[in-house]
Nanobody, 127 residues
């Protein structure tokens, strides 16, 4: 089993930045991709950014490409989401996820079903 704990959320003005962190513990050999998803009130949870833990592959949702950057520190079993140029539409609960995918595609990368483990979420509010 894998436990994921997010941190770094908060309130920020439009145009500002935040950095989210997700620390993994437990059976860290049970996943090869880590991802960030978000869910705004009344909307479905959507994939934001994905990173392969065993290689350089990354995937981004079109809405955040060029503004958000996902990175990882395998020594700390931690993945980060640097969010710049934030806009009010970025307001959501942000969730960290981890899963094992043998053959990744862009569609699979941003799909909820690709991930087995989920964190509790951290709120991001942009005004």
């Amino acid at each position: 089993h894998v436990q994921l704990v997010e941190s770094g959320g908060g309130s920020v003005q439009a145009g500002g930045s935040l950095r989210l962190s997700c620390a993994a513990s437990g059976d860290t050999g049970d996943y090869n991709y880590m991802a960030w998803f978000r869910q705004a009130p009344g909307k479905e949870r959507e994939g934001v950014a994905v990173a392969r833990t065993t290689g350089p592959d990354t995937y981004y949702a079109h809405s955040v490409k060029g503004r958000f950057t996902i990175s990882r520190d395998n020594r700390k079993n931690t993945v980060y989401l640097q969010m710049d140029s934030l806009v009010p539409d970025d307001t959501a609960m942000y969730y960290c996820a981890a899963g094992w995918v043998t053959v990744m595609t862009p569609d699979r990368a941003l799909a909820n079903r690709s991930y087995k483990y989920w964190g509790q979420g951290t709120q991001v509010t942009v005004s």
